[in-house]
C-alpha cells in the first residue's frame, strides 16, 4: 500500500471490540493473528472457547479469513520445535485453505509507518497493514496492543 493509500485507510472507521460482541456479516474478510488460531488447532482449555465460533462460521462458509506469512511462520513454530513434522504440515494446509497475504514493498512500508506512527511492534505492524491491503473487514487477535490502531477494526 503506497502513501496515498495509507492515508485514506487511515480514515477509515476503526475500532477495538469484544469478539463475543462482534457483528461480522456473512461475507466478511477477516484477518487472523497467530494467537487465535493456536488456541483454536490446539484446542487451548483456556481460550479456545472464545475463537472456535468465528472459526465454526469460517468453516461454514459464512465468513473468510486470511493469514499472514509472518503468522505462519508463527503458528509452525511450535510443531516444529516439537519435532511434530505431521503437525505442522496439518497446520500449514489449514492456513494455505484460506487467503495468504505474503509481505510486499507496499506491505512493508505501511508497517514501518503504522510502527512509526502507533509504535507498534513490527509483526503487530505487519498485520494491520496486511489487512488494510487486503480490505479485511476486521483483524481477530488475542493481543491488547493493537488498542492504538484507529483505521481498522480490531477484535479481541
Keep these: 500500500m503506497g502513501q496515498g493509500q ?14 463475543a460482541q462482534a457483528d461480522l456479516p456473512d ?12 488456541y483454536v488447532l490446539e484446542n487451548s482449555p483456556r481460550f479456545a ?7 465454526e462460521r469460517q468453516d461454514a462458509g459464512a465468513i473468510f479469513f486470511a493469514v499472514t506469512t509472518i503468522t505462519m511462520a508463527e503458528v509452525l ?3 516444529l520445535k516439537a519435532r511434530e513434522e505431521a503437525v505442522a504440515r496439518r497446520y500449514r494446509a489449514v492456513m494455505e485453505s ?3 497475504v505474503g509481505l510486499n514493498g507496499d506491505i512493508a512500508e505501511s508497517a514501518a509507518r503504522f510502527r512509526a506512527a502507533l ?5 503487530d505492524a505487519v498485520q494491520v497493514a496486511s489487512a488494510m491491503a487486503i480490505g479485511a473487514d476486521a483483524l481477530v487477535t488475542h493481543d491488547r496492543d493493537f488498542s492504538r490502531v484507529k483505521s481498522l477494526t480490531v477484535l479481541v
Design 6 to 19: 495509507h492515508e485514506g485507510a487511515a480514515q477509515a472507521a476503526g475500532r477495538v471490540g469484544s469478539l
Design 27 to 38: 461475507g466478511s474478510l477477516v484477518l487472523v493473528d497467530s494467537a487465535p488460531i493456536i
Design 49 to 55: 472457547a472464545r475463537f472456535r465460533p468465528l472459526f
Design 77 to 79: 513454530t511450535g510443531p
Design 98 to 100: 484460506w487467503q495468504v
Design 119 to 123: 509504535g507498534l511492534r513490527m509483526a
